[in-house]
């Protein structure tokens, strides 16, 4: 693997994505490592952020085949995966793809659907097929789901439950882009939106390519327990009521290999899992009751136990008497 091959597509692909989505470097780069994963992502912010332009852009970018779904409340399962049609002249049921059948899939306002319909998405995000009257249809490669959802508004949302979330790779919000960025935002859409002008920049073959190279980045022994470390660690914090999955460790694990190639190495540091551990593990992590009265939520959990887990090759710190986890090497 060439390393500097990875990491050069990345930058093209970011420097274009950027032209429409300003001063959000490090979350294009997210959803970068996502696709290099073939891993979905979970972008939780605000109306009007740009959470559907970023989708859009990125599939523009990587030239593949794009998909909006609109959830809604009386959207069903079958508007979601497709249905079987009975055709007269030949005599048979014929399937109708849905929207699901895409490459790249922008699920906007997920948490707008009924548990029935969010649940058409969960064989598709794990196993990439889907199964519609007994017969099941594999989903084009590589299939990446970008799904969007309001934090604040929350009259007639349906939670999205654990199983689901566990299945994103990333859970990131964009957040406003600032004074200087805004006023660029101004700038550049004084006349057509640039978005409408955005050219693809890779070939979808390419992409490929970058996704089976990122699974040559080697991960040394140490770093992989520190990763298990991180993940075993939420499952005994006290504000915890349900710590992240055995598919946590492995979300952090890939990610971190798709981090290290995107800044040219061909192995992993601890400062990579670092880096990624809280819109990694943060969504898997669910607070108990008493600490969500405190105000503790999952993002502080992942930021004291990143601070508390021994990093691999550091000098070691005395731990305080809590009731948590374990250090890596006990």
Known sequence: MDPSSVQAIARVASDNVERVVVGKRHEVLLVLVALLCRGHVLIEDVPGVGKTVLAKAIARTVGCSFKRIQFTPDLLP????????????????????????????????????????????????????????GVTHPLPVPFVVLATENPIEY??????????????????????????????????????HPLDALQQVLPIEQLIWAQAAVKEVHVAMPVKEYVVSLVEATRHHDDVYLGASPRGSLALYNAARAWAALEGRDYVTPDDVKILAEPTLAHRVIVNPAARIKNVDSRVVVADLLARVPVPGAQPVARAAVGWGRRAGD
């Open 155 to 192: 009259e007639g949302t349906f939670p999205l439950p654990e199983a689901q979330l566990d299945r994103f790779l990333f859970r990131l919000s964009l957040g406003y882009p600032g004074r200087v960025g805004e006023l660029e935002m101004l700038d550049r859409q004084h006349r057509v």
């Open 78 to 133: 079958s508007d979601v995966t497709g249905v079987n049609v009975f055709n007269q002249q030949s005599g048979q049921f014929e399937f109708r793809p849905g929207p699901v059948v895409a490459q790249m899939v922008l699920a906007d306002e997920i948490n707008r659907a009924t548990p029935k319909t969010q649940a058409a998405l969960l064989e598709a995000m794990e196993e990439a097929q889907v199964t519609v009257d």
